[in-house]
């Protein structure tokens, strides 16, 4: 049995402690830090190569994330530079299919 929820992103406590909860417990595949797309701008947001190339991330949070030329992946073109553009990269993060964004702010 699988269970699925939607959860609103406040802060980004409230983000670490979910991270720490699934990462020992299993429950959620964080993106990789070690493993990041060589395009991504430097800081906390990042994409990993897990990414799939579906879009998501870029329609949430369009000042922050693009896709490569070529179409096969996202990746980080800003980092959040205010608390709007953070909280629609904490939605992309939370929204992205196969976990392939990652904030280690």
């Not at 980080?76 to 909280?87: I, L």
């Amino acid at each position: 049995m699988f269970l699925t929820s939607t959860i609103v992103i406040e802060n980004d406590l409230f983000v670490q402690n979910i991270q720490s909860y699934y990462i020992v417990y299993g429950g959620l595949n964080i993106a990789d830090n070690t493993n990041k797309v060589p395009e991504s701008s430097f800081g906390p947001y990042y994409v990993d190569e897990e990414c799939i190339g579906c879009e998501l991330c870029v329609d949430t949070a369009p000042k922050n994330f693009k896709m490569t030329d070529d179409g096969t992946h996202a990746y980080v073109h800003k980092q959040p530079e205010n608390d709007s553009e953070k909280e629609m990269c904490d939605e992309a993060l939370a929204s992205c299919p196969v976990d392939a964004i990652g904030n280690d702010g």
